[in-house]
């Protein structure tokens, strides 16, 4: 069993960072894939990046290539998600996801975070 617990979600302006976190409790979790998928009001769940356990591969969508980078520090049972040069439409509630994988399909992962919320304000 892995449980999952992010943090790090703010109000921050346009062109600003922010950096989430995704902090697991388990065993196990160092050999586990990680994913980041966010949900918009009145939208779909969709993929953010997803990384190895390794860390060595990372998969990014196109929406936030570039500006996106995920880590992980496997001794402290953490991912993170540093965001920057963000945009309005990154606004979302940010989940972690963790499972054998890494796959890009939400429905492929059985463990996942509370959320947390991000706003980038225009």
């Known amino acids: 069993q892995v449980q999952l617990v992010e943090s790090g979600g703010g109000l921050v302006q346009a062109g600003g960072s922010l950096r989430l976190s995704c902090a697991a409790s388990g065993r196990t979790f160092s050999s586990y894939a990680v994913g980041w998928f966010r949900q918009a009001p009145g939208k779909e769940r969709e993929f953010v990046v997803a990384?190895?356990?390794?860390?060595?591969?990372?998969y990014y969508a196109d929406s936030v290539k570039g500006r996106f980078t995920v880590s992980r520090d496997n001794a402290k049972n953490t991912v993170y998600l540093q965001m920057n040069s963000l945009k309005p439409e990154d606004t979302a509630l940010y989940y972690c996801?963790?499972?054998?994988?890494?796959?890009?399909?939400?429905?492929?992962?059985?463990?996942w975070g509370q959320g947390t919320q991000v706003t980038v304000s225009s």
């Open positions: 990384i190895t356990w390794s860390g060595g591969s990372t």
């Open positions: 996801a963790a499972d054998r994988g890494p796959y890009l399909r939400a429905a492929m992962y059985n463990y």
